[in-house]
């Protein structure tokens, strides 16, 4: 479904527009998002993920953005284009 | 110690301690998924299996209907003596327990014992490098995380025989007998005991004093007991899993050419190897006690049965993963359940990700090419945590 969505209409020809969210009632703290995208995502004193500043993916971390969303063991993470 | 009748029918009669699947679980499951999505046995006083991952998402994430007060699936299902927080706790009680465990064991956190992992796995390929050969579960990957879970502990890396044997003893020898069971949780509480002791003497900065200063929400220290159980559990579950997990990563690259000469040219793909190792050789089985009748996938549950939480299945649940059954060490998805799902996610899976991955970068760089030894034979540990046992390996001699 994802790789549909950036195959159509391509992550890298709309730089800046997409936005992440981690909901906290279902992040667990695996990290995996913190791995594959660093910049995206802080982890708090226990382990568990939110995204980084607001959100805002900046142009050319589009890939990541997915990348992360797709190793999510627990479905947390919210990829939207805005 | 009571043996049990070989398997015949796996889909009415399932047995996860049957040699079969001890040696090559993976047709088992593959049958028993095309079958149901839950399967039950008799053995074990009733214990059912969800085969996809779907199944085994959803008891994973059901605790109203789903205890953790027993995690292991045995013959015997005595009353609850010893528990070990946060693992056999349900909410409202999980939740504060592990919170306390959670700090001490985040990417940063593990991160600064790297380089004591690395010194470690240098000093195990040290001793046997020149001999052009090794076992290397026995002399490399069962040292590893016993020897770093004792640094953080703060107790000697000397007595990780002494935890090995424990291990054995609770997670193998006791799910056929009670008695050996309760003589390892009996010595190990003895063992922490002498070291609790010694730190209210004289305080130390490792992760037993941690938990000695830790205070509850309404400002009281753990009790004893909460101490013990949380000591036994890292004990316990950061030993032979990891080992093992390590041991069935060097076990495929033994025996598949081409992802080893790719790893070694392509270092920076070992993180993926390495989730897609935890994908296809996940090492833990979990356990829940059914508690209120319930349906999973179609299949009505009832209560008095254990659940058999095999998170390896899941992760080659084809549905879910595609080539499930083949190793793909650049799996790009890969939302492997190999530390499990919800609430109870592996405390120490940032640990664990710690030292497989450099245990298994120390071994290329040292040992780049090797394979298994012919005239050896491979063992899997059996039960609740797979992993070989014995693994001979041959490479060329060190110059």
Not at chain 2, 159 to 184: N, P, R, S, V
């Amino acid at each position: 479904m994802r790789d549909d969505r950036r195959n159509d209409r391509g992550t890298r020809d709309m730089p800046g527009k997409l936005k992440i969210h981690v909901d906290q009632d279902k992040c667990q703290g695996h990290a995996r998002c913190k791995s594959l995208a660093p910049e995206l995502f802080v982890l708090d004193k226990f382990g568990n993920a939110h995204e980084a500043g607001d959100g805002s993916v900046p142009a050319g971390l589009e890939d990541k953005a997915w990348l992360a969303q797709a190793n999510c063991p627990e479905i947390a993470i919210d990829v939207i284009e805005e | 110690m009571s043996d049990h009748a070989p398997v015949t029918d796996w889909v009415h009669d399932f047995d996860h301690t049957d040699p079969r699947w001890t040696e090559n679980p993976f047709p088992i499951w593959d049958e028993l998924r095309a079958e149901c999505p839950v399967v039950h046995t008799k053995r074990f006083l009733g214990c059912y299996l969800p085969t996809t991952y779907e199944a085994v998402k959803q008891v994973a994430y059901d605790t109203e209907h789903f205890s953790s007060r027993r995690v292991i699936v045995r013959d015997v299902r005595p009353e609850i003596t010893s528990s070990a927080p946060p693992i056999t706790s349900d909410p409202p009680e999980h939740k504060p327990a592990k919170q306390l465990l959670l700090p001490p064991f985040t990417p940063d956190a593990t991160k600064k014992l790297e380089p004591r992992v690395r010194a470690i796995c240098n000093e195990l390929i040290d001793e046997f490098i020149a001999d052009g050969k090794c076992d290397a579960a026995a002399r490399y990957s069962k040292h590893i995380p016993v020897r770093a879970i004792a640094h953080m502990l703060g107790i000697p890396e000397k007595d990780g025989d002494l935890f090995i044997k424990w291990i054995h003893e609770i997670l193998e020898l006791g799910i056929k007998d009670d008695d050996i069971l309760m003589q390892a949780v009996h010595e190990m509480t003895e063992y922490f005991a002498g070291q609790i002791e010694q730190r209210r003497r004289h305080p130390t900065e490792d992760l037993i004093s941690t938990l000695m200063n830790a205070r509850d929400k309404n400002g009281q220290p753990l009790s004893d007991k909460h101490v013990q159980g949380s000591l036994r559990l890292l004990l316990i579950a950061g030993i032979d899993t990891t080992w093992s997990a390590i041991g069935s990563s060097l076990w495929h690259l033994a025996k598949t050419p081409e992802d080893r000469h790719r790893l070694v040219a392509e270092p920076e793909l070992l993180p993926t190897a390495i989730e897609e190792f935890l994908r296809a050789y996940s090492p833990v089985t979990m356990a829940r006690e059914v508690v209120k009748e319930t349906v999973i996938s179609g299949c009505p549950v009832k209560p008095g049965n254990m659940v058999l939480l095999s998170f390896p299945a899941a992760n080659r649940d084809p549905a879910v993963f595609p080539d499930a059954d083949k190793v793909v060490i650049d799996r790009k998805e890969n939302r492997h359940a190999a530390f499990g799902l919800g609430i109870h996610r592996c405390i120490g899976s940032n640990l664990a990700r710690m030292e497989m991955t450099v245990a298994i970068e120390q071994w290329l760089k040292r040992i780049p090419d090797f394979r298994l030894d012919p005239a050896g034979q491979v063992t899997w540990s059996e039960g609740t945590v797979r992993g070989p046992r014995q693994l001979p390996m041959l490479f060329k001699k060190a110059a």
